[in-house]
């Protein structure tokens, strides 16, 4: 199944070739026809059984290698094609490797995820085939994305599809309701990557996702720190303000005591000396 | 102490120098004193600031500056720093109206990110020793500036955060 597949694969025309290229694309179209049919009829896998077809899958396809890109929650360049082949083979594994990989980097990715498993409703990645025009950008599986069912990309598409289901799963629905069967429903089909469409090949889309989470902490390290400064001169002040107003509040009651002390003197009458006539 | 929101702040590293505050400073904008560290948007700093130097004798003079470290966008500063405003001889114990302004006041207008305002005082080994005004404002630097003008180390330091006037108000903690 898998190798008519891969052959099916093979012929499709992807114009966009990620690094990884023309073979994970084509891979990618395969496993979607597959998971179109496959879909409907299989339930939700556990992440144990996708992640075991996985890795039997592995010897056979190791060029699908760093497609697993896409899955960086944060990234959502261009992954397209690579994860979409990914999403196809092995949802549930992917969020496990997405989890590890994310946390090694984007080239960690297991290679051979192959093999279209039947795509559970797991992880997201989706990537209907969409009119040549839609282009997706997004490249990673995003967990938040789960849920649907990789759809397939069969013949046309270059366009992969990842990411979040927001404003391109109207747009997807129609193209996808031939494609995509079984699970995916437009309601999950991840979207394109709302803003960008960026032609680029995957090494690139990798890199952007390290330089964006690069900019993201160094953001968020600065607000960290305008937050401890804000702190720390607040401190500062409520204990500059608390000193001056016990100092003053003696003061106070200094003066008042000494006040108290001369008007009782005044109540008495005094004697003064009076012009002299 | 003061000086520790200005190395939190990562004013000190980024513009100036590690100093001593030895000179108190108030910056008070629309009759209300701006402590370091706050946010003000820029309709709050559109006017000058009424600038209270301490000190004691009138014959000590002072120069203000005031930069903004992360022009244009605070991940991307490639005009670090731009120069807001520029005030010279200003005497001990008065304020910055005293002085002579040689680079007029800009009201900031940061277009994208949090940027901070930085005041700096310095303090001028004699009168008129700080004459040329730079020909543009970005790109300054401040320790550089001090440098050539014999200013020497900064005496005090403020900043304030500064964002468009339709920020979101940056990440969530507060």
């Known amino acids: 199944m898998w190798s008519s597949e891969q052959d099916s694969n093979t012929t499709n025309p992807i114009p966009r070739n990620r690094t990884f290229g023309s073979s994970s694309s084509s891979s990618r179209s395969s496993p979607s026809s597959n998971a179109s049919i496959i879909f409907p009829q299989t339930p939700r896998r556990s992440m144990e059984d996708v992640w075991k077809d996985i890795s039997l899958m592995t010897p056979l396809q190791n060029h699908y290698h760093g497609s697993n890109n896409h899955h960086h929650p944060n990234h959502h360049h261009n992954q397209h094609q690579n994860h979409f082949h990914l999403s196809n083979k092995s949802n549930s594994s992917f969020k496990g490797m997405i989890l590890q990989d994310f946390l090694a980097g984007p080239l960690n990715r297991p290679l051979s995820i192959s093999p279209p498993i039947d795509h559970p409703t797991l992880p997201p990645i989706p990537t209907p085939n969409l009119p040549p025009t839609s282009l997706s950008l997004n490249s990673g599986l995003d967990f938040g994305y789960l849920g649907n069912s990789p759809s397939s990309n069969s013949s046309s598409g270059d366009s992969r599809v990842t990411g979040r289901a927001t404003e391109t799963s109207s747009f997807i629905s129609p193209a996808l309701n031939d494609m995509i069967t079984g699970p995916s429903s437009p309601g999950n089909i991840l979207s394109f990557c709302s803003k960008k469409r960026v032609p680029e090949g995957s090494m690139v889309g990798g890199d952007r996702r390290q330089k964006r989470m690069i900019k993201n902490r160094e953001s968020a390290a600065r607000s960290r720190a305008r937050k401890q400064a804000y702190t720390n001169e607040l401190e500062l002040t409520v204990q500059t303000l608390t000193q001056e107003n016990d100092k003053l509040r003696k003061q106070y009651d200094q003066l008042r005591h000494s006040m108290e002390g001369q008007q009782t003197t005044r109540n008495t009458l005094q004697r003064c000396t009076s012009s002299p006539f | ?174």
């Open chain 2, 1 to 174: 102490m003061s000086r520790d929101s200005l190395i939190l702040g990562q004013i000190i590293g980024d513009v100036l120098d590690p100093f001593d505050p030895s000179v108190s400073l108030r910056i008070v904008y629309n009759n209300q004193q701006m402590f370091t560290g706050t946010d003000l948007k820029p309709s709050a700093v559109v006017n000058k600031p009424r600038v209270e130097i301490g000190g004691s004798d009138l014959r000590v003079f002072y120069t203000l500056i005031m930069v903004d470290p992360d022009a244009p966008n605070p991940s991307n500063p490639t005009l670090k720093e731009y120069l807001h405003w520029l005030v010279t001889d200003i005497p001990a114990t008065t304020d910055a109206s005293f002085g002579r302004e040689i680079v007029c006041y800009e009201s900031p207008q940061p277009h994208s990110g949090i940027h901070r305002m930085v005041f700096a005082l310095f303090k001028q080994i004699g009168r008129q020793t700080v004459r040329t005004a730079p020909a543009v404002r970005s790109k300054f630097n401040t320790m550089d500036f001090a440098m050539e003008h014999n200013l020497g180390a900064p005496f005090a330091a403020a900043f304030f955060n500064c964002q468009r006037e339709g920020g979101t108000g940056g990440r969530r903690w507060r």
